[in-house]
């Protein structure tokens, strides 16, 4: 599953929502005591360190959100490596302006392509296997999308964007079902099929007798939870093909390479998104000559 194009009508309200927290209903009380208020500047974003583009269109959102009239122009493509030192994007207008939007810009661009930088790491770990990885719902509340879409941009794919697009059978769920115990998950499988036919259905397997009754039941995928190599490569055995296999859990960026080589489909990784670094980038500004 790829996210598509941003939704800035999600986006907005985000920058709204920051926007607001930075000002405070009084505003940027140090830009406008210090700063002329027609004084005009150009200013370049720049990365500091090695990174993969992404959140450039947002960037320009928030100065334009700020001051209608300031001019953006990207320096590089979306989704482009960028060496350090590279400047990414330049923005004119208003000084003050600008300095309103510089933290609240910053924000949004230094998160988004810290996930795309981080998604590239574990993706090309793979680049010789057929194995995708797959980003999870562990996202900062509210900007989901934009970090799946970032997750793409650094060359990994989506796994199912929320509770709504795939059924997920985990063993809470058959627990609480009270369908634990035997043919537990088939029964789990033909009650979700039954409400909602459309859509896909992936089971969570803690052991290869669960693995088994996925496959029994028609699963369209099944998640391998937190198994060894080992049980990974019998579980390919197993499943002959018939369902696709996706292996989570204690999955650090040294396992997959070997990970690759055992023939399951995805490898799922909460790290893309719930615990990245946040990439070095600086608004350097100067006065403005127009």
């Known amino acids: 599953m790829k996210i598509g194009n941003i939704d800035f009508e999600r986006v907005n309200v985000l920058i709204d929502l920051a926007l607001t927290e930075d000002l405070g209903g009084v505003g940027d009380t140090t830009s406008k005591s210090v700063i002329p208020e027609n004084t005009k500047a150009v200013a370049v974003l720049r990365c500091k360190e090695d990174l993969v583009c992404a959140g450039l269109p947002v960037a320009e959102h928030v100065f334009k959100k700020v001051s209608p009239d300031a001019k953006w122009t990207p320096l590089v493509e979306e989704g482009a490596f960028c060496k350090a030192f590279t400047p990414l994007a330049e923005v004119s207008g208003r000084a003050q302006d600008l300095l309103t939007a510089e933290r609240t810009a910053l924000n949004f661009l230094q998160r988004l392509c810290g996930v795309a930088t981080s998604s590239k790491k574990y993706a090309d770990a793979l680049k010789d296997s057929a194995t995708e990885v797959l980003d999870t719902r562990k996202t900062t509340p509210g900007w989901r999308n934009l970090e ?69 039941a028609k699963a ?57 670094k946040a990439s070095d980038i600086s608004m350097e500004i100067k006065l403005s000559d127009v």
Not at 175 to 181: K, V
Not at 258 to 264: A, C, D, P, T, Y
């Open 148 to 216: 799946k879409y970032a997750v793409n941009l650094g060359g990994a794919t989506n796994h199912r964007i929320g509770l709504y697009d795939r059924i997920m059978i985990k063993d809470n769920h058959r627990e609480l079902a009270g369908l634990e115990g035997e043919k537990g998950i088939v029964r789990s499988v033909a009650r979700a099929r039954e409400m909602y036919p459309s859509l896909e259905v992936e089971v969570e397997a803690d052991t290869l007798e669960e693995v088994a009754e996925a496959i029994e």
């Open 220 to 276: 369209d995928y099944i998640l391998l939870d937190n198994m060894t190599n080992g049980e990974m490569s019998e579980a390919v055995k197993i499943n002959k093909g018939r369902c696709k296999l996706e292996a989570s859990g204690g999955i650090t960026i040294r396992r997959l390479p070997g990970i690759g080589k055992i023939g399951v489909d995805f490898v799922s990784v909460g790290a893309l998104t719930h615990s990245v």
